[in-house]
């Protein structure tokens, strides 16, 4: 038995013809022929019904194809294996990021990733939760950055960090004057939450039961916003506060750092995680951007 061999009885149970497939691989078919007459002989089987037009495999025979079909790919990974020189992982990778996250996390580790694995093509796409846990049902996306615990079960999730929030306030509101800001002490009314974060922090944990779009204080206006970057600039013309990622204080010069005050009582973080499908395939570009996305962090 050999590898051409099974590449024959495979071109075969294809093309379910010994003409196509001896064209397929590039012999004449009398070689073809031969070369299964011989697999055959070896093993006292028949792998073809060549009394059938088109050539049907045998029961037996089919079971041998479905077999060789699996070696033959095994093989091509380890000459794929061998021949790279730098083993460095490479192909597509479909990763999507919650809006919340992304303008304070892909800045970090994009131009790494790039750099380091020039042949991985990474497509980053921002979504909200419920999008990306069908486009991950759906095996739309290879993998997704979320906060834990993920909206749907039946996933893996490796944790990538634990992020703290802070407080990024209008400088005339009252809590403004104080050097940190207590959870328990913030109004609901004054504080407008980006939408995957508004289900995220009001819960009862939080001593917060409500579930609804927070007004922003302007009259006559109710805004509800995907984007962190939206809000904050609202805040800074027009008062208010809302919770930011501590991420998001690198991007931030001196003024708007002044707007931002540590939060206690609790300290409130979350936990930033990666969601990939079970029994995944792609497992080792995923090591690959994990590691990538906890480099790039800055220290505490």
Known sequence: MNFNQLKYIVAVEKLRSFAKAADECGIAQSTLSKEIQRLEKEFGIMIF???????????????????????????????????KKDNLPKGKFRLGILPALAPYLVPLFVNSLSEKYPDLQTGIIEMGIKEMAQSLQNEELDGGIAIKPFLKEGFYEDVLFEEKFVIYIG????????????????????????EDL???????????????????????????????????????????????????????????????????????????????????????????????????????
């Open 171 to 194: 400088l005339n509101h009252p809590l403004a004057a104080r050097s940190e800001i207590a959870w328990n002490d913030i109004h609901t009314e004054d504080l407008i939450l980006q």
């Open 49 to 83: 019904d060549r009394s059938r037009l088109p050539v049907t495999p045998t029961m037996k025979g089919e079971d041998l194809i479905k077999q060789a079909k699996i070696i033959l790919e095994d093989h091509k990974q380890f000459v794929d294996i061998a021949n």
């Open 198 to 300: 508004r289900d995220h922090f009001l819960q009862p944990d939080y001593e917060r039961k409500e579930s609804v779009i927070l007004p922003i204080k302007i009259p006559n206006i109710r805004f509800q916003s995907g984007s962190l970057e939206t809000i904050r600039k609202i805040i800074d013309l027009n008062g208010g506060m809302t919770l930011l990622p501590q991420l998001s204080t690198l991007y931030m010069g001196a003024r708007r750092l002044k707007m931002v005050r540590p939060l206690i009582h609790p300290v409130v973080s979350r936990t930033i995680i990666l969601v990939t499908p079970r029994g995944f395939e792609k497992n080792r570009i995923t090591k690959v951007i994990k590691r990538e996305i906890i480099n790039s962090l800055p220290s505490p």
